[in-house]
């Protein structure tokens, strides 16, 4: 899904931990025990201590991980205190992400801090399971992050298990309530989610190295689960040239735990993802798991090194998340688990998304990456305002392949680009320069200028060539006038605060219910809020049901608002009838993942 960062070495083991007994290291590290007692009360209660401090010792929290968005996860810590040797010490808050400890020795910081957030994006501790994500929970020492750090994770119920994914193996307590994992740095640690719950595990079969599934929750198929997920990491194993892992794990909230929020997030050696009822498992999981590569492996030189006290900007959120959901699908066609009509649709209506918003005719692929940023802001996800990096770059990946395989008679294709990036870049520990690199690598392939691509497409926001580029596959876009859902509403978040109305179209279907502006939403069919309603709106139909819970003026009320209408175009890429042999070739090849030369009879 959407974006973090971190500097992690590019093989690092991931392991799910049972009950595995290994001695404790005797080198010093900085320590941390995080205790899930009591988890009704939603605290993770903390402590880190940190060795060989001289004179001050300052600690800092992360302000963003996970997402592009400066979420302060210090606004959740509470009850700070230090000491050494069992005596208390001065503790200052410095600004609002550091503390400074006035001690030398070993010095010992305690603190409480508050979760309840369900999805791969925060952190969650209740009575049915606890979810980290150690960035966001953890004080850091900010120059000392290289160093080693220990993990112990102390009063979860016996029959909890854990499931994590670090470098070294862990140790469960002759009393059953704690476990102990190590990490060889912070950056490390940070990376690294950990599930407690009592989850049901299994490996997939018949897969070298291992890949294990973490499932919380309900309404799946183990069968289908493991069916699907076998497909799609064997074909992505084998589109990169082998796996870049000893070990990886699927971290997977599904049903009631993922409390009606989806989303899925990448790690160095695994990926948390929440599935809700009905919500499909595949696509999703196809995106993170190809995100081994591209971004964990395959990453931007504008995004290193990581500094999560401010926004870090980059101009190829594009192309490591765009063109990441253009494998996703070709992961799906390629497999069979979706249909060649199935693939076709999901780009038909990537391409109308594109096209419904008007922000298409001045905001390119690369001024949307670098406006992740403002993705928090509901004013800012509206049509005229933006365009997703993730749907544009999925579109502008399926048209570069295109452009790639027409310009080399179908020898070189955008699998070719990403291995040659993976090669060129990941396997040598080097950065690419965004989509000067991109392009570069494009280039070398097929042994000429792509800077009309680059520079109007990529750069630049002109018209996409939709005709043009799928006529040279037998492709064509066919348009046609629809209906589709509309709330009649605006919902907004500032940062920090709740989701509220922010404006109600006057004869729209929300007005007629009564809904106003100013209403606090509090839940959304008795689940979060999404994180974009209006996307949401686009995956329901004219006269569906919303029920909201909202607090007006210190009194909750329910709002239920029939979905109204608005009439949209639609676009429908369709197999062209009178494609040539070339064309049909190319596009064969294309839906199949192959390059088999296009010969003269071809032409």
Not at 311 to 336: D, H, K
Not at 398 to 426: E, G, H, P, Y
Not at 444 to 473: C, E, H, W
Request: proline share 5%.
């Amino acid at each position: 899904m959407i974006r973090k960062r971190s500097v992690i070495p590019r093989f690092i083991a991931t392991l799910v931990f049972t009950c595995t007994f290994v001695p404790a290291r005797a080198s010093a590290a900085i320590r941390y025990t995080v205790s899930l007692a009591h988890p009704e009360q939603h605290l993770f209660h903390v402590t880190v201590e940190v060795p060989d401090v001289k004179d001050h010792l300052d600690l800092q929290m992360a302000a963003w991980d996970a997402l592009y968005e400066i979420r302060d996860f210090s606004s959740h810590v509470q009850r700070v205190s230090a000491s050494t040797n069992g005596r208390d010490v001065p503790i200052e808050k410095l600004d609002k992400l550091t503390w400074r400890v006035t001690a030398s020795g070993t010095v010992k910081v305690s603190y409480d801090t508050f979760w309840d957030d369900s999805g791969p994006f925060s952190s969650q501790l209740n009575s049915e399971h606890a979810f980290l994500n150690p960035a966001m929970i953890l004080l850091y020492v900010p120059d000392r992050r290289g160093e080693e750090c220990e993990i112990t994770l102390a009063g979860m119920p016996p029959e909890w298990k854990i499931a994590t994914s670090l470098q070294s193996t862990g140790v469960r307590s002759p009393q059953k309530d704690s476990f102990r994992v190590t990490a060889p740095n912070f950056a490390a640690l940070a990376d690294s989610p950990i599930e407690f719950s009592r989850f049901e595990e299994f490996t997939l079969p018949d897969l070298a190295p291992r890949v294990r599934v973490v499932i919380h929750g309900d309404d799946y198929r183990k069968h289908d689960v493991e069916a699907e997920l076998r497909k799609i990491c064997d074909y992505e194993i084998r589109l990169m040239d082998g796996a870049p892992y000893p070990d990886y794990t699927f971290i997977f909230h599904i049903g009631k735990a993922a409390n009606g929020s989806g989303g899925g997030m990448e790690h160095a050696n695994s990926t948390a993802i929440n599935i809700p009822s009905g919500a499909s498992l595949p696509n999703i999981s196809a995106h993170e798991f190809f995100h081994l590569w591209n971004v964990k492996r395959i990453r931007p030189a504008s995004l290193e090194p990581v500094d999560r006290t401010r926004e870090m900007y980059t101009r190829s959120l594009w192309f490591a998340e765009g063109v990441t959901n253009t494998f996703s699908s070709y992961a799906m066609v390629r497999t069979g688990i979706w249909s060649k009509q199935e693939f076709l649709q999901d780009l038909s209506q990537q391409i109308t998304e594109i096209e419904s918003r008007p922000a298409e005719q001045w905001q390119s692929a690369e001024q949307s990456s670098l406006d992740a940023w403002l993705e928090k802001y509901a004013l800012y996800n509206q049509p005229q305002r933006s365009v997703s990096y993730y749907t544009k770059g999925q579109v502008l990946g399926f048209l570069l392949d295109i452009v790639l395989r027409d310009r080399t008679d179908n020898q070189r294709s955008l699998d070719d680009l990403l291995r040659a990036m993976n090669a060129d870049f990941a396997r040598e520990g080097k950065f690419y320069r965004d989509s000067v690199d991109i392009r570069a690598e494009s280039e070398k392939l097929i042994g000429g200028s792509l800077a009309d691509f680059f520079d109007n497409y990529v750069a630049g926001a002109n018209p996409l060539p939709y005709q043009r580029l799928l006529a040279r596959a037998g492709l064509e876009l066919r348009t046609h006038e629809s209906l589709r859902p509309t709330l009649g509403f605006l919902a907004q978040r500032e940062p920090g605060a709740p989701w509220s109305v922010a404006a109600i179209d006057a004869d729209g279907p929300a007005a007629k219910s009564g809904l106003q502006v100013g209403d606090e939403i509090l839940r959304w069919n008795n689940a979060d809020v999404p994180r974009r309603p209006e996307r949401w709106s686009h995956q329901q139909k004219p006269g569906d049901i919303l029920r909201l819970r909202i607090r007006r003026a210190e009194k909750e009320e329910s709002v239920e608002i029939h979905l109204g209408e608005v009439r949209q175009n639609f676009y429908q890429v369709a197999e062209m009838s009178g494609a040539d042999d070339r064309a049909r070739h190319l596009r064969d090849s294309l839906l199949h993942g192959t390059t088999d030369p296009i010969t003269a009879r071809s032409h």
